[in-house]
């Protein structure tokens, strides 16, 4: 593994830690919202990282179905926040 490969999952590690303790900790919905996101977003360039080590094609594909899904729930729940404040 390179110094950078290291580097960049030791600041994904952080970043990581950083979005569990927010969606831990008692914030809006928006906020976990946006916490999920980011540790999808994790995730993926952990993937990634690990298919440019391994040089394996179907890590890039789940690197791609996970952003993909990151996207749709970061979508829906944006409407589901906002039809939640239509009906108050």
């Known amino acids: ?6 580097a960049a999952l030791a ?3 952080v970043a990581a830690v950083v979005g569990v303790a927010r969606v831990v900790r008692r914030s809006s919905l ?6 999920l996101d980011t540790l ?11 298919a440019s080590r391994v ?4 890590m890039l594909d789940l690197a791609v179905v996970l952003g993909l899904m990151g996207f ?4 829906t729940v944006a409407r589901f ?6 009906d108050q």
Do not use: F
């Not at 928006?30 to 916490?35: E, F, K, P």
């Not at 999808?40 to 690990?50: H, S």
């Not at 749709?72 to 979508?75: D, K």
């Open 11 to 13: 600041i994904l590690a």
């Open 81 to 86: 926040i906002e039809s939640r404040k239509d």
């Open 40 to 50: 999808t977003a994790v995730i993926t360039c952990a993937l990634l990282i690990g």
């Open 30 to 35: 928006g906020d976990r919202a946006v916490a």
């Open 1 to 6: 593994m390179t110094p950078a490969q290291i």
């Open 72 to 75: 749709l729930t970061s979508v």
């Open 55 to 58: 040089d394996d094609g179907l």
